[in-house]
């Protein structure tokens, strides 16, 4: 799947302008509440939806083009995005403009072009594009059935996901019974939890075992999870503890709801490649993580960097000191306008010397407080 390097939006939600903004391999976001982190996690849910043609979905489950639109349609006319790919060999880009309570495409473009190493701006492009005039309400783009928009891009556009581990109410999807089939991927609140580890140890047991091996360490009193080989249509999550004996299991609900969360954000980041997007989103990770588990959670999330691209949100300064400064975005809000900036390593190394980058963080040194 192509990389996707560059990214251009403006005027969806509280990103007014955000320019050629690179993306790396590991993408950690930083700031204080609402200023617009989650927006710009938001976004990639909206390019999942458009490339799945459930974008009027999205629309009207955001609260229509006014709840999009920077400061609404009466201050911004039209949402506008970018995305470059493999450092310009591939671009997709689109405009919205409001209409009622819809949004239609202004224009819509793919162009393949030739990779390059200059500014993003200046990527070379070649004249085999396809371009759709406006009007519709959904992507023409998804359309194409040949091709490198569909062979190169659209797959994984539709696989992208925003994983946020939240609800671990006893009533939450996670702690219920779900259908053994539902396991080729997990999804976004992990629902699916139960059969799709029962599909990682049937058919990826390297995968199992280093999940559970993980969660052992985060959770010394865990065993392992129970196989039934005949359970019906429906299962839950079953379990014993390390001391105990399978033919004890306990169910879901007396997993913690912190344990439980890292149960999902293992089996996630440490799943089968072929399960995966190749762009990894999440949302608040560190949610009742005890500090030992933020550091099994950020030494796993290095290692999947290596082979996906990943972007995390989070709160957390414990988390955020496991990580490397080129690695964190700090988003800062001024004039009602989102801002991120990656920090440099070098502006920091003096202060490296004696403090922890979360620290930092804490003394409002790299920004993104309140």
């Known amino acids: 799947m192509p990389r996707l390097d560059y990214l251009t939006v403006r ?21 204080a509440n609402g200023t617009g982190k989650s927006n710009l996690l938001s976004l990639f849910k909206m390019l999942s939806h458009l490339s799945q043609k459930r974008l009027q979905f999205f629309i009207r489950s ?9 400061g609404g349609r009466n201050q911004t006319s039209r949402l506008e995005t970018v995305l470059f790919f493999e450092n ?29 190493d200059t500014a993003p701006g200046a990527f070379p492009t070649t004249s085999s594009g396809t371009a759709w005039p406006g009007g ?14 569909a062979s190169y ?12 581990f939240q609800d671990m109410s006893h009533m939450a999807k996670v702690r219920l019974l779900s259908y053994v089939r539902d396991n080729l991927s997990l999804k976004p609140d992990a629902a699916n939890l139960a059969p799709f580890l029962r599909h990682i140890r049937e058919n990826h047991p390297d995968h199992y075992r280093r999940i559970v091996e993980t969660i052992q ?55 089968p490649e072929n399960s995966q997007p190749d762009l990894i989103l999440i949302d608040e990770p560190e949610l009742g993580l005890h500090p030992s588990a933020l550091t099994l959670l ?55 010397e004696d403090y922890a980058l979360g620290d930092l963080w804490r003394m409002n040194v790299l920004g993104g407080r309140p």
């Open 153 to 164: 891009v659209l797959p994984d556009m539709k696989r992208w996901r925003v994983f946020h």
């Open 11 to 31: 005027g969806f939600k509280s990103i007014h302008a955000l320019e050629d903004f690179e993306l790396r391999s590991l993408n950690v976001l930083i700031g």
């Open 298 to 352: 950020a030494e796993t999330i290095k290692g999947v960097a290596d082979s996906h691209q990943v972007i995390v949100s989070t709160q957390s300064a414990d988390l955020v000191s496991q990580f490397d400064p080129e690695d964190i975005v700090v988003v800062n809000r001024r004039d009602g306008e989102s801002i991120f900036e990656r920090l440099d390593p070098d502006h920091l190394s003096d202060w490296l």
């Open 217 to 271: 360490l985060a959770a010394p009193f865990f065993g392992d999870f129970i196989y039934r080989k005949n359970i019906g249509e429906q299962m839950e999550l079953e379990w014993f503890e390390a001391d105990g004996a399978p033919d004890n299991p306990f169910g879901p609900l007396q997993l913690s709801d912190g344990t439980l969360r890292f149960i999902c954000l293992e089996t996630l980041l440490d799943g």
């Open 62 to 70: 955001e609260g229509g083009p006014d709840a999009l639109l920077f």
């Open 136 to 149: 519709h309400g959904e992507s023409r783009a998804a359309d194409i059935e040949h091709g490198e928009f």
């Open 88 to 116: 310009g060999r591939y671009r997709y880009q689109f405009s919205l403009e409001p209409a009622a309570d819809a949004m239609l495409f202004a224009d819509e473009e793919f162009l393949p072009g030739v990779a390059d």
